[in-house]
């Protein structure tokens, strides 16, 4: 693979004493350009400034997450192209997933230097789109639903949809895709309803991977099989007759989109990274086990350090249009014991303890607990947005909304970190700096931590040792 970042990045050191000589002075010079001996860790934080030429993508670095402040001026940190996502390997790999609806997206990786500054390391990826990623030992894989080979298209044309898989190899340095001419990721009919799915996670435990299957409704070739035995009854005027929509909703003719069947919950269970032949799992105690977001799933799913596997689902099917494709369910979790493939008697109501109210996203917070990026009002009321955090106690059964918080919250970030009973996690505010702010697990209070100034976010952040 050709190497495209090394021009690109000397044009944006090139423009950065344009963009950043406005900023404030480091008070943390850790990531200029002074050597400051060997190290044992810093905390990697990307961070964005926004102003009216447009966007400043940086990463710095820190030695705590507890306290002080870091400026994005001086030089301090290295520019890059930003991501969708920031994900920390435990390799201490860092890598920038980026999404681009439509077309393959560029995916850079960096390192941690003895000096502790960060580098770019030599390549450069270009990835299928994905709807959902995950670590898988030394890779990160990341999925989307597509359609299939040509080789596969049905009497009328149309081809089924499939799984697409990207792997990276934090190791190596390598990428590869699945090969999708087998059949052998076929979603089509993959819960035996004829609606095709696509994966929201993946969160290993032991050699298994456990991701949601979502589904989507019936495409054009599950819906045109056996002359449309797999529509409901009653159901056919969801059939679309023209193209149409847009971005994340557009849809063809012919697609019966969304699901028929909201009121479940299903989870495959795989035996390794190939991802095929997965056990299923179902209860019809909670929805679907996925966050939305425009063509984003976000992973609900996760392990306790007992490995006991949460499924958490926040009901999105509530939003749909079409009271039909709308699930009666509130917002909840179930769980699948660790070692086990079927899920168990636990169940937590969501939306009992929350005055009615749902959640985008989750992640594990240490032991058994979680933490809920919550919306601040029904799905039944208009203009609801994630704004506030709760603890999930899941051994308790208990949710307990988080203390501490700025009032003005514009936006909260998309990583967390867990350390001695304590999950951190970005805090973007309207008019201000924005900052790490620590949580306590048990007592669900917030105290403010590092401060980024003069940015805008935090879009990521992790801890990593440096490159050996």
């Known amino acids: 693979m050709k190497n495209y970042f090394s021009m690109r990045c000397m044009y944006a050191y090139a423009m950065s004493a344009l963009v950043l000589s406005g900023c404030s002075d480091s008070d943390d010079p850790v990531n200029g350009g ?37 400026s994005v001026g001086n030089n301090n940190g290295l520019l890059n192209d930003g991501a969708s996502q920031w994900i920390f390997h435990p390799g201490n790999y860092l890598y920038a997933l980026t999404y681009n609806q439509g077309n393959a997206g560029t995916t850079i990786s960096y390192v941690l230097g003895q000096n502790g500054t960060i580098a770019a390391r030599d390549m450069e990826y270009r990835i299928s789109r994905f709807t959902s990623y995950g670590i898988y030992d030394n890779n990160i894989i990341s999925t989307s639903t597509g359609n299939g080979p040509s080789s596969q298209a049905d009497s009328n044309g149309y081809l089924p949809k499939t799984l697409l898989v990207s792997y990276l190899d934090t190791d190596a340095e390598t990428s590869r895709q699945n090969d999708t001419s087998t059949g052998d990721y076929s979603m089509e009919n993959y819960l035996g309803n004829g609606e095709y799915v696509t994966l929201a996670g993946i969160e290993k435990s032991g050699s298994r991977i456990f991701s949601g299957a979502i589904p989507m409704g019936l495409s054009q070739f599950g819906a045109a099989a056996g002359n449309g035995k797999w529509i409901r009854p009653g159901y056919g005027d969801l059939v679309k007759t023209a193209d149409g929509g847009s971005n994340s909703s557009s849809y063809k003719k012919g697609e019966l989109q969304w699901t028929q069947y909201p009121d479940e919950c299903w989870v495959a269970v795989f035996s390794d990274e190939s991802l095929t032949n997965p056990v299923l799992v179902k209860t019809d105690k909670i929805s679907y086990p996925c966050g939305r977001f425009k063509s984003q799933y976000y992973q609900t799913i996760w392990s306790a350090d007992n490995g006991d596997i949460y499924v958490f689902s926040p009901s999105y099917a509530k939003t749909m249009t079409d009271q039909r494709q709308r699930t009666v369910l509130p917002a909840g979790v179930c769980r699948i014991p660790a070692g086990s493939t079927q899920f168990d008697s636990y169940y937590c109501n969501i939306e009992a303890q929350s005055g009615g109210r749902s959640f985008m996203r989750c992640w594990p917070a ?10 601040d009002r029904p799905f039944s009321e208009k203009g609801f947005a994630a704004t506030e ?70 879009t990521g952040f992790g801890y990593m040792e440096p490159a050996k």
Do not use: W
């Open 389 to 458: 955090l709760a603890i999930f106690d899941a051994i308790a059964g208990k949710l307990t909304f988080v203390k501490g918080l700025p009032s003005d919250i514009s936006s909260i970030g998309k990583t967390v970190y867990t350390k001695n009973n304590n999950v951190y996690i970005p805090i973007n505010v309207i008019n201000e700096s924005p900052a790490i702010y620590r949580i306590d697990t048990a007592t669900a209070q917030a105290v403010k931590g590092v401060t980024i100034d003069k940015a805008t976010d935090i």
């Open 34 to 70: 002074e050597d400051v001996g060997n190290i044992d860790g810093r905390y990697v934080i990307a961070a964005s400034v926004t102003d009216s030429k447009g966007t400043t993508n940086i990463l710095l670095a820190a030695e705590s997450l507890d306290e002080g402040h870091i």
């Open 366 to 375: 240490g032991g058994s607990c979680f933490i809920l990026l919550m919306y």
